[in-house]
């Protein structure tokens, strides 16, 4: 059977959660995934929730024990999402589908199941004073509100 475009889109995904999971040794509750592209610009990033409070990935270790959380370790993980980014672009320029410019990936361990949401316009560029790292933030104090946890 030939692969079609929602099978490699899915896949790349599926490739971005699994090594978020595997950053946290498959333990946890939910992971975060925010992915931007706008006027060819990259950026990702990703967070935890852990026994049922929200941790950034530098801080997994207050709800988790004896990760390694090193700077070279975030550094290799963003960088493979990065990678999955970009091929992510390549399916979608291939299949002649727009490229999402924003995807929120959001992956619960303990139900195993696993939500999305995509962007197609501009989110921050048009106005000029916000980033990627902005709006992720922005996410990030979205759902702490959600989660009862400011």
């Not at 899915?10 to 333990?27: F, G, K, P, R």
């Not at 700077?71 to 493979?80: A, M, S, Y």
């Not at 589908?97 to 696993?114: A, F, G, H, Q």
């Amino acid at each position: 059977m030939t692969k079609v475009f929602e099978d490699y889109f899915t896949d790349l995904q599926a490739d971005m959660v699994s090594i978020c999971l595997e950053y946290v040794e498959n333990d946890g509750e939910v992971i975060y995934i925010y992915c931007s592209y706008e006027r060819k610009v990259y950026s990702v990033g990703y967070f935890y929730k852990i026994n049922g409070k929200l941790k950034e990935r530098h801080k997994v270790n207050e709800e988790l024990s004896n990760l390694d959380v090193s700077i070279h370790r975030q550094q290799t993980v963003l960088q493979i999402l990065m990678d999955d980014l970009k091929q992510i672009e390549d399916v979608c320029k291939q299949f002649g589908r727009p490229m999402p410019t924003e995807m929120k990936l959001i992956y619960d361990i303990k139900n195993n199941s696993y939500n999305a949401s995509y962007q197609y316009e501009l989110v921050y560029s048009e106005e000029g004073e916000k980033t990627a790292d902005d709006i992720e933030e922005e996410w990030f104090e979205e759902v702490m509100k959600q989660n009862n946890q400011k």
